[in-house]
């Protein structure tokens, strides 16, 4: 008889703790979806991509040589690489000035074309024709001796 009470009493207990864990567990999940977003919303998590100069990949310099231009991130930033028809490489900002769309380069013609309006810019980024308002900012670009490019903030 004392056995049983004991093995009842255990039961109780062991159920108990259950029940304690469980109201914990959820107590610290609810506090925690509201934390979570206070935190997010204090810190913001950092700007994707990379800061500072950025080495081209394999695959972005096949691109490039491929189709004479390729967009790259700089530091959080779209940026245009072209190869213009005397092999120069020149970088700009890829982001068109008038509403930011993204440019391309139109190698038949040597200019950076945004197809949302038809902007047009010289492959010294200065406006031909169409709305942008601004010249695109101008990205500095060198070929290490490995053969790598390196793409840079500020003028060549
Ligand atoms: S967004 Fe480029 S021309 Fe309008």
């Not at 967009?71 to 005397?86: A, F, N, T, Y």
Request: net charge positive; aromatic share 6%; proline share 8%.
């Amino acid at each position: 008889m004392e056995e049983q009470t004991r093995i009842a009493s255990d039961s109780k207990t062991s159920r108990r703790d259950f029940l304690d864990l469980l109201l914990g567990a959820t107590i610290l999940g609810w506090l925690a979806s509201i934390a979570y977003p206070v935190i997010r919303y204090l810190k913001p998590l950092p700007q994707s991509g990379t800061t500072g100069p950025t080495r081209l990949t394999r695959e972005e310099t096949a691109k490039l040589e491929q189709n004479k231009f390729v967009i790259v991130p700089v530091s959080g930033q779209r940026v245009i690489v072209l190869q213009s028809q005397d092999q120069k490489l020149l970088a700009f900002s890829a982001k068109c000035t008038h509403e930011g769309c993204t440019v391309s380069y139109l190698p038949g013609q040597s200019i950076i074309w945004c197809p949302c309006h038809d902007g047009r810019y010289d492959l010294n980024g200065r406006v031909l024709s169409g709305p942008p308002p601004q010249p695109l900012p101008e990205y500095a670009v060198q070929r290490q001796p490995d053969g790598g490019i390196v793409i840079s903030e500020g003028r060549a």
